[in-house]
Every structure is written in structure tokens, then in C-alpha cells.
């Protein structure tokens, strides 16, 4: 990890991708830099005690739309009397939430369950949740047959009985029905964080990006009702949770289906009126769909962090008509212009797909440009990845995995210079952070700003997680800040 920090940056995208993919530049989510294998926190009582001395493993790859699924699958479970357990060793039901939207994040997938060959023998139930499963399907039954569950997240609704099938014994059950309108709502949610909190609000995707198997695997978009989505907000107020990050694939799809139709506008709105709430995050936003109404709410209302996550994917105009993104370099271009135009300064951050097929030098030229155009507070940057049933797979002149990686570098130091100047700009700069970490030297603690940075700061002051202090900046580095708290 570059810089003279050693915590990265915090951000809202939080794929999960192998690390070698993806930019040492880029801010990673979860307080975590690029770790996404995450294991099962330390919890978490049971419910209703239907499966007494039942126990889980679930394990996590994959974005935070994939992290959250997982805390209300895990909620599923504990309502059926399942406890859960940190080690797979210990769980009569393993689960694996995956991810497939790069080749090495499906790769992962098997090679893991490969690990787990004899603990069908031993009793143990396995099974395969999410991207990899919806887009394998029943062929993971052949890949791996002591796998008995394999369910796509456009399935979730029908977990409960899905898992009275597991727990009647039988052998290959499966949830594959893509084609719904419902989105996966839980009475009980075991989240992760005791701070911030995830709420899906719009999920699957109807965009149709050449390169990505989002559309395949989470099915079309369908939105949450807005009453529905404020009473959960209203709900984790009640809680003591005090940021609340929304979430979509493009979460500024958002279309409420309720009478009221609200706006995501309107909705950012309210979620940032509910009485208890500090921070309101939402990502990922879809250029396309990203109004002037989006930039007024964020003027209006301070509670909205200062931060946009707005996936560019490459810089130049060609690419972008390959790729079907929707935009051209010039009208993604007027979107950041609103964007600067606000009345207080939002960061901004963004993807970048380099090697797509048919980038040429001077397209690399024009993702480059862009790049110091826009002056990006953080990116994740990904070398292109063929996938099963996407356009871009038949496409001709594909660029080397050689030139890929080297393309991928080149943009990684140009965005470290970038963030290095940006953040050393910050020092002397006073923010509000939400302390979410303390470190195991003395008086050392960290926490996230409103737009969304990192910062490692010393205080005299005890019991600080959880609670939101002022911090001056007095140095950085590419990937994080470094500061003390004023009292
Ligand atoms: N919906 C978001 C958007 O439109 O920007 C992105 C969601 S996708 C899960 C996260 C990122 O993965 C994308 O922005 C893109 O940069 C990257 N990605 C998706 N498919 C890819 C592929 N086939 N190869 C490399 N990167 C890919
Ligand atoms: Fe994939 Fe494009 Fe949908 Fe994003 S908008 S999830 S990149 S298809």
C-alpha cells in the first residue's frame, strides 16, 4: 500500500476484487484495506431456537451489496435458531456468498469449496449463495458434488424454505429464478458494524454494460418502497446507529414503487431527516441517471456526506459506446462540472476499466487526460475481465494480459500523484470524523470524514469509537490522512 500511512482510504464502492486487480490507489471499504474474504464476526445469539445446536459459517466475497446480503442471511438464519460460528470447522451449514465479476473473484469460489471436499462426509451442509451461484447454477452440483444449496441472490426471499429442504436432507436444492420483481427483505438483520448501517434500496441491474454479468446474476432492478426503507432507517435511529449508507447497483436508479413515488432525491432527503441520523452515504451512482436534483439535495442537506461515487469506466468516448455505458466523455464530464459547481466541496471518486477489447493507445491517451481533468479524491482501477454471456466476450482485438498490467500501472501512479497532492492539500483542515477504529499503539485511533477519508489520529480521550470528534489535519499521504483531535 502506497503512501506514508498505513491505514488506506475508506470507500463506498468496496468490490471485491483479488487485490492484484485492483488499484493501490483505490479507498476500500469496510475500514479494511482490500480484504474481502472476510470471516464471520464475533456474535450472535438465536431467535426462536427452531434448529437448536444448528450452527453457521458464511463467508463473504464480493461488494457491500454482497456484505449486506449476507448480514440478512445471516439474520435468516438466527431467526431459525442457528448460531453462528467463526470457523467452518465448527458449522453444521457452511455458506459462501460469491462474487463473478471478474474471472479470479469466481476462480476464488471454487478453489475454496475445493477445500471443503470431505465435509459432506462429516455431516456438514455446504452451500454456494450469490453471484457465482446464480451464474453456475446446477453445473456446481457437477464441479463440486458435495455442495447441497446453491442459491442466486434474486432467490433469497425463498431461503426459509430453501433451507427446510437443506434441513429435511435434501441433496441438491436450488434457487435460480431470476426473472422476479421482489427485493429481499428481513424481519431480522445481523449487522456487522454497530455504526454504520447497509440498506439495499434498488437491487438487480437493467443497464446493459458490454462488459459486466451484474444483469445476469442479480437479475433486473426492482426498488424498495420508500415507507419501507424509511421505517428500517427509522428502525436502526432507534438503535444507535448513526450513518446509513444506501445501496443499488446504480443506486440512483432508484424508483419507488409505492404510491408516493418518491424521487432518490426526495428519499436522500428523508433518510437524512429522520431524527438520529448524522451521515447519509448511497452509492453506487449511475452517470446516466445523476441529476442536478441529486447535487441540490447534497447542498441543502448537511447530513449528506460530502461524496459521490461516479463510475466513468474509461475516458474516452469510443470506449465508452463499446461498453454501452450510456455517456459520452463530455457528458459524464458535465456531470462533475454540477458537481464542482456545489456549494460546498464533494469529493468524487470512480472505476476504471483499463484493456477493454479494442482500447487503443491514444483511448488510454483519453482515460489518462481525464484522470487530471477531474482531479479524483480515489479510484478503483481493474484490468478487463471476459465474462460468461456478455457482449464484450465475442468482440475482437483484445489487449494482452502484458499490456493490461501495464496499462493498470501507469494509471495507478497517475492517480497516486493525483490523491498525494489532493490530500496534502487537506493538511491544516479541520473534519468531523466518526471514530471507528483504535489502534493497538497509545492514544492512536481512526475514523472516516464526511467525504470519506481515512484518518489516523491521536487523542488523550478514551472511549472515542462510535462517537463523532473534530481532527486537524497536520499530514498526509496518497491513501490516508494523519491528524489530532481539538478539543
Ligand atoms: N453499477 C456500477 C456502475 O455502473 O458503475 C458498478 C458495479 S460493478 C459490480 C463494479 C465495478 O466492477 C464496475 O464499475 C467496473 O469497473 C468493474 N467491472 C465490472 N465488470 C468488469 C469486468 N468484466 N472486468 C473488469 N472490471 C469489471
Ligand atoms: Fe454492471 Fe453496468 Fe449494471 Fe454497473 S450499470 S452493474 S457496470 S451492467
Redesign the pocket.
Known sequence: MAGTFDISLDSL?G?S?PAE?VSSECLSDSLQPIRKDRKAPKTAPCATGMRDGATFFLETFG?Q?NDHDSEKVAGVLLSRGYRQVESPDAASLVLYNTCS??EKAAQKVFSRLGEYRTKQAAGQVIGVLGCVAQQEGEEIFARAPWVSLVCGSASYRKLPELLAQVEAGHQRVTGLNNDTDETFETPVTRRDNPWRAYLTIIEG?D?A?A????PFTRGPERSRASDSVLKEVRELADLGYSEVQLLG??VNSYADPSSRRMRFSELLLAVADVPGMRRVRFT???PRDFGADIVAALESQPKLCNHVHL?V?SGSTKVLREMV?TYTRDEYLEKIAMLRKAKRPIAITT???VGFPGETEADFAETLSLLEEVQYDAL?S??????PN?P?LSMPDAISEEEKSRRLAVLQETQREIQGKRNAGMINTMFEVLVSGKSRRENQWSGHTSCHRVINFTSQEQNLLGTYVQVLVTGAGPNSLAGEQVT
Open positions: 464502492a468490490r476484487v486487480d461488494c451489496m465479476i471478474r441491474c443497464k454494460c462488459y459486466c454479468v451484474v447497483q446504480t453506487t451512482s449511475h463510475p469506466q455505458r472505476d476504471i476499466i478503483f481493474f484490468k478487463y475481465s471476459p465474462r456478455t464484450s
